[in-house]
Structures are given as structure tokens and as C-alpha cells.
């Protein structure tokens, strides 16, 4: 029976879609819920599977081919599809490896999409690993079993250094070169980040925050906390996107977005995260962050990093958002200007914790210092309301309590 095999539903804010890989190829079996297509858009990465067991008999769009909402991808002849069928038609001979008791380790293709991922990520072999799934299918468990007993990596240097081209050196050294093409993601961001600087009148406050206070709260309370809450870490976002839900609160210019000559004040606090991804930035939006407890804030941010990491972010989880909360600490960045993401009018910046010495009390200490960077739309919100919302955001940070109290 044949299947016809269609892109997902796009939304109304995604015009189409790009086909970014084909994990399959006309004549190869594969097994239902198996990855076939990756296609690109705007502003996530959506992945097709099989419905059924059967053979991919025709594909009807290359790798690079921009396609329409539900348009017809690819043509699915599903059958019961044996295992020699697997090994005979999805892979060459040479791929699958013979264990000493005579039989078959599973192959790349007997793995769902999180596990091919993993193995992908962390350079282990397939046929090392066992599959507990039916019919010896690798599941995630398994490859994150094996990634336990792997012992430790390779110096990140020495990894590299395998993708890098060898280029000679010296008076004859030919001077090399490499031009791809810009994924459609990239290319929506640039393009993004270029309005962002063209069509706002953005500026940038700064400040420093004293971190000792929410260090000694997590020292304190850390391991209470993830025994508490299921294994949800206490880390330091938690306590800034509580404290902006807070200062969004009093100052709600900064909350606001500007549609054009209307201001709309939103009533509720939906917080953008911005989150570094392989495919580039992106920022998932937790919905009303405001009403969240500091778990419920730490937990949403570590599932959302997650699916962030697998490519598993939906359209909903991208739309929408009244302001920013970028780490760049967690790269080693000391200070820098956020740009904005429109339609919203505020972001804000974190940065490395740093030890310097502070003035307290007339004696010179050394304090765990935060520089923080709050950039603005001039149009909306004026100099005086950006520094008394980034102050209020210190304040609340460097008394834990008041977050709590709402002081």
C-alpha cells in the first residue's frame, strides 16, 4: 500500500520550508516513528518520520528544494519489513558489523532520532552498543547507558582538530577556502538582527550586581532543592527571571511592544530565554514566568534547553515572549550590548561572575561580581525608566528575599 509522505503544517507566520537532510533514500527500508527528512524553516527545525514499517520508493523533493505547508515529499510502500530485508536494502555489508556469536549489531538505522543524535554528539560507534528496543532498536537509554561506561573524552583541541583542513604553511602555501551556503535559520536570524539595529532606537544601560548573596542561598540549599524537586538544579536564571517578572511588574514600559503608532502593555510576564544552539540562537518563551515558582522556572528552562539541543522546539514554544533574558556568562563573556528582539523593548544581559575588588563600608573586599546590560527601545522607554528597572533587578538579586516578598 502506498503512503503519501507530506511536510508538517506550517503555521501563518512561516510562509515554507526548506528540505535541510534526507536521513533516507529511494529503495531503503524503514521502520515506523524512523527519521526520514529534516526540513528547515524561519525558525526551528522540524523532523519527519515514518508512519509505517515499508520502503521509501520516491522522493519528490531534494535537499535544498524550498517547499509549501503540507506539500507531497516523498512516496512510503508500507509492508512488514523483515530484518534481513533492513540489512539488505538500508545498508551495505560493509557498515554492519559481525560480532564473534554470528550476529548483527545494530546499525545507525535501527535508532530514533534522540539516539542517532547523542551518538552523533558524542562520537561513539552503533555497532558497540546494545539495542533494548523491539527488535534490537537503540534507544536513548541505551546510548546514554553507554555513554556512562566510555571513558573520558578526548582533549576538546584533539577532537577538533579532526574537522579542521590541513593548510600549509609557507612562500608556496596554497590559500584555502570554503564557501557554503547560509542555512535558512541563519539567514532569518541575520536578517532578524538587522531590524533589530535598523528599525529601533536601541541603547544600553549598565550595571553590576554583588552575586554572594544568591551564592550562598544556592551553596545553602542546593542539594534540599534537587531532592525536593525531582532533580531540578538551583542555578542562577531562575533567580533573574523571577526578579525581572518582579521589576517588569513596576516598570511595565519595558514590558510592553510597539505595533506601529500603538503601545500594547501586557498584562502577564512571558520570558524569552535566549538559548545557543548548533543551528544558531533561539529563544523559547516560558508563559506567564510570573506565576511560576522558582522550580517551576528552573524546570521549564532545563526541558526547553533540552528539546533546544535535540531540535524538538515547536512553533509555540518560539512564539510570543515580552522580554529577554540572555547568559553570555556561561561562554566566559564579561560584558557586552544584547540587541533587542522585536517587538519587544527590553533585554537583558548576563554576564560571568567575576572577583573584584569592592568598596563596602569604607574597606576594600573582593565580591563575586555580575556586570549586567539592559538594552531598550529609546522610543518607548526613557533613561530614567531603563536604570530604575535594571536597579530594581540588582536590588531583588542581591537580596534573594525580596523576590519572595515581593518587596
Avoid at 511536510?7 to 520550508?17: K, L, V
Avoid at 514499517?53 to 531534494?62: M, N
Avoid at 557498515?95 to 552523533?120: K, N, Y
Avoid at 547568559?327 to 533585554?347: A, D, H, K, R
Wanted: include cysteine; aromatic fraction near 4%; charge should be negative.
Amino acid at each position: 500500500m502506498a503512503i503519501e509522505i507530506k511536510a508538517p503544517t506550517f503555521p501563518e507566520s512561516i510562509a515554507d520550508g526548506e528540505i535541510a537532510t534526507w536521513h533516507k533514500q529511494e529503495g531503503e527500508s524503514v521502520s515506523r516513528d524512523e527519521l526520514i527528512v529534516e526540513i528547515e524553516t524561519d525558525k526551528v527545525v522540524m523532523e519527519v518520520v515514518a508512519p509505517a514499517d515499508g520502503v521509501l520508493v520516491k522522493i519528490h523533493a531534494a535537499e535544498g528544494e524550498t517547499i509549501a505547508s503540507e506539500q507531497l515529499i516523498a512516496t512510503l510502500e508500507a509492508r512488514e519489513v523483515a530484518s534481513a530485508d533492513v540489512a539488505a536494502v538500508s545498508e551495505p555489508a560493509s557498515s554492519t558489523t559481525i560480532t564473534d556469536a554470528g550476529t548483527e549489531s545494530p546499525s545507525e538505522a535501527q535508532m530514533g532520532p534522540a539516539a542517532r543524535q547523542l551518538v552523533e554528539q558524542h562520537h561513539l560507534d552503533a555497532s558497540t552498543i546494545s539495542g533494548s528496543g523491539k527488535g534490537g532498536r537503540i534507544t536513548k537509554a541505551d546510548v546514554l547507558g553507554a555513554l556512562k561506561e566510555k571513558p573520558a573524552a578526548e582533549p576538546a583541541v584533539a577532537a577538533a582538530a579532526k574537522d579542521i583542513v590541513a593548510i600549509p604553511v609557507g612562500p608556496t602555501s596554497e590559500r584555502v577556502e570554503k564557501r557554503v551556503p547560509m542555512t535558512r535559520m541563519r539567514a532569518r536570524i541575520a536578517e532578524r538582527l538587522l531590524e533589530a539595529s535598523q528599525q529601533t532606537a536601541m541603547l544600553s544601560t549598565f550595571n553590576e550586581v554583588n552575586m554572594a548573596p544568591v551564592m550562598a542561598l544556592r551553596a545553602k540549599y542546593r542539594e534540599q532543592f534537587e531532592q525536593t524537586h525531582n532533580g531540578t538544579r538551583l542555578g542562577f536564571m531562575g533567580f533573574f527571571v523571577k526578579a525581572c517578572c518582579e521589576a517588569l511588574k513596576r516598570f511595565p514600559a519595558v514590558n510592553a511592544s510597539i505595533d506601529g503608532d500603538d503601545v500594547v502593555y501586557h498584562g502577564y510576564q512571558d520570558i524569552g530565554v535566549a538559548v545557543s544552539t548548533d543551528n544558531g540562537l533561539v529563544v523559547p518563551v516560558m508563559r506567564d514566568a510570573d506565576f511560576m515558582s522558582l522550580a517551576d522556572v528552573e524546570a521549564t528552562l532545563r526541558d526547553l534547553g533540552i528539546k533546544a539541543r535535540d531540535n524538538k522546539l515547536s512553533i509555540d514554544d518560539m512564539t510570543g515572549g515580552t522580554f529577554t533574558v540572555t547568559n553570555g556568562g556561561v561562554f566566559g563573556s564579561l560584558l557586552s550590548t544584547p540587541i533587542l528582539n522585536p517587538p519587544q523593548t527590553g533585554i537583558l544581559g548576563m554576564h560571568k561572575i567575576q572577583d573584584r575588588p569592592m568598596v563596602v563600608n569604607g574597606e576594600v573586599v573582593v565580591l563575586p561580581m555580575m556586570y549586567l546590560a539592559l538594552s531598550y527601545d529609546h522610543r518607548l522607554i526613557d533613561g530614567k525608566t531603563a536604570v530604575r528597572f535594571l536597579v530594581a533587578v540588582k536590588d531583588l538579586i542581591e537580596d534573594p528575599a525580596r523576590i519572595l516578598l515581593q518587596l
